[in-house]
């Protein structure tokens, strides 16, 4: 029914937009990149601080600048935490991995190619789940970002008119960076939305990386395609005959925005007969449209072949478990642990866990609110809605703060919650006493509380509460004050 009047409501061209888009089913896989905040680079010892470098080009060397003869060395611990991230998302790890060539030419690709992963990930065949259905993860594989362009404009010695130039910042050159791929399971622009987010909050949890979309932490790409309904009950396995790549793109909402455009763009474009092109497009947050960047290429393009300079690397069945067994307990099963023992929701759950620091707060809070018997569901909400703050703890780690630091600031968390929520239970004699002054005063509402406005029961609430000066258990006020209007 709320469809209906929905189209009935739109224009002609709104309805036939919506038409053509209902005949198609959207089949779309994402790749994310996400730097990780290793000290040092992934195959230099420079320092990993593109953001905060106070200048351009000073965490620099001859490995990062792809200068002739300059050699390669692993990060361990980038390849460590790859690693760490294909568990958490149940993926299978490789124990014979290597790196690869990716070639392409690029003014931010220095050597003229990336070194890469390409046939033999370090994680692969995982999953996660969303509201909408499960994510396969296809593979996790971890590579060297590129420098960063600038494009900027300069004044000119020549001419008046300032001259526009790109400039190259070498600073992120070499950065670890890891790449999570998508099989093509997401089947709306929400889920791609929701899948994001529950990535970034996933990796932030383990401390791999800031994900900072603003600065190009954390990078957002989907490949998105049709297929007609028809088609897809009969071929469910078959994929579409093209893709288009969104790439680049630095916000959830504007993934969801870009996906909802290509579903539209597609659809009319397949209502004619044609095929899409497959190409890399761009979305611009102004105009609310994709944009063509380039044509997109393929595996064999990028003329892929193993590292010379790199040995292949080996773990063993213990090397794995000895990271299993370091991994921390990831969010989903924090809010199904709290959901369990402390009855929070887990509507509250999701936003207490946003950060390992303050999930580890919330932990230790909750813990002694149950054994004071407090509601620890109220004391959940308040945080959230804000009408309780706590100081999160900058420390990366609880156990770096004494307990003695620990249990003063639980300490002050739950008595001023206690405050908040303490009531005084009176005498019915002391309540009956002060309802009937307020009944006095107001003669005109007492009379219309008696012919039926039962509504003006919250006006004598607020009205006793006042004469009062402090909080009283509402149930026990409300009954009182009904029995007491209702005989006068």
């Known amino acids: 029914m709320l469809l209906k009047k929905i189209v009935n409501g739109m224009t002609k061209n709104s309805k036939d937009a919506i038409n053509r888009a209902s005949k198609y089913q959207l089949v779309c896989g994402m790749e994310i990149h996400a730097e990780l905040k290793t000290k040092s680079k992934m195959f230099c010892g420079c320092k990993n601080d593109p953001f905060g470098a106070g200048k351009p080009n000073i965490y620099t060397c001859p490995v990062c600048l792809g200068l002739p003869g300059a050699l390669p060395v692993p990060n361990k611990k980038a390849i460590e935490w790859t690693i760490k991230l294909g568990l958490a998302l149940n993926c299978k790890i490789n124990l014979f991995s290597k790196f690869d060539r990716k070639h ?52 000119s010695s020549k001419s008046q008119i300032p001259k526009r130039v790109s400039l190259i910042d070498f600073n ?41 979309m603003q600065e190009g932490g954390m990078r957002l790409e989907a490949n998105v395609s049709l297929a007609n309904n028809e088609f897809q009950i009969t071929n469910s396995k078959q994929l579409p005959n093209y893709k288009v790549e969104l790439k680049n793109i630095n916000s959830f909402r504007f993934l969801e925005q870009g996906i909802n455009f290509e579903i539209k763009r597609q659809a009319e474009i397949l209502e004619k007969g044609e095929t899409p092109a497959q190409e890399t497009r761009g979305y611009n947050a102004n105009t609310g449209k994709t944009f063509v960047q380039r044509s997109k290429e393929s595996a064999e393009d990028y003329r892929y072949f193993p590292d010379p300079d790199i040995p292949p690397i080996r773990f063993t069945e213990a090397n794995i478990s000895e990271l299993k067994a370091n991994l921390s307990e990831l969010p989903d099963a924090v809010i199904s642990r709290w959901e369990k023992s402390y009855n929070v929701e887990a509507r509250y759950g999701l936003e207490l866990t946003k950060s390992k620091n303050l999930a580890t707060q919330i932990d230790e809070i909750l813990a002694e609110a149950s054994m004071q018997k407090l509601d620890c569901n109220k004391l959940a909400s308040f945080i959230v809605n804000g009408k309780l703050k706590i100081q999160v703890n900058p420390s990366p780690e609880m156990e770096r703060v004494s307990n003695s630091a620990k249990q003063n600031v639980i ?24 309802i009937q002054e307020v009944m006095a005063e107001n003669p005109s509402e007492t009379e219309r509380f008696k012919t039926g406005e039962k509504k003006l029961l919250n006006f004598f609430v607020g009205q006793v509460m006042r004469k009062l000066g402090k909080k009283v258990d509402m149930k026990q006020l409300a009954s009182i004050l009904n029995k007491t209007l209702t005989s006068w």
């Open 411 to 434: 300490g002050e968390v739950l008595n001023k919650f206690i405050s908040l929520t303490q009531t005084d239970n009176l005498d019915e004699s002391e309540l009956e006493k002060v």
């Open 172 to 212: 992120r050159s070499g950065v670890p960076l890891i790449e999570i791929v998508t099989e093509p399971d997401i089947k709306s622009a929400k889920q791609a939305k929701e899948y994001s987010k529950k990535l970034r909050q996933i990796m932030r949890f383990l401390r791999l990386s800031d994900c900072n």
């Open 104 to 155: 392409y030419f690029y003014p931010d690709l220095p050597k003229g190619y990336q070194i890469s992963q390409y046939d033999l990930p370090f994680a692969y065949d995982g999953s996660i789940e969303t509201s909408e259905g499960k994510v396969g993860i296809t593979r996790i594989h971890l590579e060297e970002d590129t420098a960063k362009l600038v494009h900027k404009q300069i004044p």
